[in-house]
């Protein structure tokens, strides 16, 4: 009897926990995928494998919920902050579900089990030379640059990106400034960063735009092959200074211009008044006729 229900109740803790690792699978797809990998090498932040046996549950659960404050606090969380130098933006998981990421990391890690099955195309782009950005052709950059600005549209209905971002690039006009300057963005994050957040943008302003548009895979190609074209070519494209010359001269000229038109306006109605002018008219009118 004992025995009998001993195993029921193992076994129930064994389902439960490989239904959480099932979903922390799933938690950690949709919200950390696009910047860590999982035995796969570091993406935009460092490799998860084995975290779980590197920090505690504790420190993770803090971690995540809130690195800046969290670093402020904890040495260790301070130096990977400072080594990365890329805030890990706030995630939006609740304790039970970064547990079940944690139970997920801890079997997909080697040393536990051998399922490390999480394929993602980050690996492949940059193993094949001939899809690595940095050897795009150049229609593919200026593709990337006409899905940037928007003139040619992405292929699943999203934004366009210059809605939300700026790249200084001779070709574009600036764009928004309501998220992040892109112009250096394939320095600091690479192909396989790139992949990542575009295959999975992890920031809300961003995912709610293409969760149901998501880019094609070419798309994110010819995006990426636009941002290294940028981050290369930057020395030569002086696109944001031109735009504050265009705001100092084009608005200052034009400032003045209205400004002596109005002056203008204003001196002549001070000099003349406009029962004068119909006199005047009235006279001339009358003169006229009298010559002819
Ligand atoms: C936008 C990219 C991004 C996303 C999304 C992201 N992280 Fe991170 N993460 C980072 C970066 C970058 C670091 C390196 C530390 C830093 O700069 O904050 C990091 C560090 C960590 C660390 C510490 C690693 C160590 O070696 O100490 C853990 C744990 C972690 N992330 C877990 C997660 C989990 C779990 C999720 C999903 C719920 C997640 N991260 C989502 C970018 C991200
Ligand atoms: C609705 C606004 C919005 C649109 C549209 C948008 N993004 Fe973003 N994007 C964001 C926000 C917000 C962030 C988070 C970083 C920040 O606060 O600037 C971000 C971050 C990024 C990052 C990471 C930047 C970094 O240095 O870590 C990349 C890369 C990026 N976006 C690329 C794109 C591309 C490519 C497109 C077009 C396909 C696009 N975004 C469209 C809002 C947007």
């Given at each position: 009897m004992k025995l009998k229900s001993i195993v029921i109740s193992l076994s129930i803790v064994?389902?439960?926990?490989?239904?959480?690792?099932q979903n922390g699978k799933e938690v950690f797809k949709q919200n950390c995928s696009a910047c860590h990998s999982i035995g796969k090498g570091k993406l935009v932040g460092p490799d998860l494998e084995g975290i779980h046996t590197k920090r505690s549950e504790e420190w993770i659960l803090?971690?995540?919920?809130?690195?800046?404050?969290f670093g402020e606090k904890d040495a260790d969380a301070k130096a990977i902050i400072t080594e990365y130098g890329y805030p890990m933006p706030n995630q939006n998981v609740n304790d039970a579900e970064i547990k079940a990421i944690i139970n997920y990391i801890a079997e997909s890690s080697p040393t536990t089990t051998n399922s490390v099955e999480e394929a993602e195309p980050v690996e492949e782009i940059t193993a094949?030379?001939?899809?690595?950005?940095?050897?795009?052709?150049?229609?593919?950059?200026?593709?990337?640059?006409?899905?940037?600005?928007?003139?040619?549209?992405?292929?699943?209905?999203?934004?366009?990106?210059?809605?939300?971002?700026?790249?200084?690039?001779?070709?574009?006009?600036?764009?928004?400034?309501?998220?992040?300057?892109?112009?250096?963005?394939?320095?600091?994050?690479?192909?396989a960063g790139l992949n990542g957040i575009l295959s999975?943008?992890?920031?809300?302003?961003?995912?709610?735009?293409?969760?149901?548009?998501?880019?094609?895979?070419k798309e994110i190609y010819q995006l990426s092959a636009f941002f290294n074209d940028a981050a290369v070519n930057n020395v030569y494209q002086p696109q944001r200074v031109y735009n504050d010359h265009l705001l100092?001269?084009?608005?200052?000229?034009?400032?003045?211009?209205?400004?002596?038109?109005?002056?203008?306006?204003?001196?002549?109605?001070?000099?003349?008044?406009?029962?004068?002018?119909?006199?005047?008219?009235?006279?001339?009118?009358?003169?006229?006729?009298?010559?002819?």
């Open positions: 064994t389902i439960s926990i490989n239904l959480n690792a803090s971690f995540v919920k809130n690195a800046q404050a094949d030379p001939i899809l690595d950005p940095a050897n795009a052709s150049a229609s593919d950059i200026t593709t990337g640059l006409h899905l940037f600005e928007g003139s040619k549209r992405l292929e699943n209905g999203g934004v366009s990106c210059i809605t939300c971002h700026n790249v200084q690039h001779r070709d574009l006009i600036g764009g928004g400034l309501l998220a992040k300057d892109l112009t250096k963005v394939y320095e600091r994050l690479g192909g999975a943008p992890p920031f809300p302003a961003m995912a709610s735009s293409y969760q149901n548009h998501p880019l094609t895979e100092i001269y084009g608005g200052g000229v034009a400032f003045l211009v209205i400004a002596s038109i109005i002056l203008l306006v204003y001196i002549e109605r001070k000099r003349k008044c406009v029962k004068e002018n119909i006199y005047k008219r009235q006279i001339k009118a009358a003169t006229s006729k009298n010559i002819y």
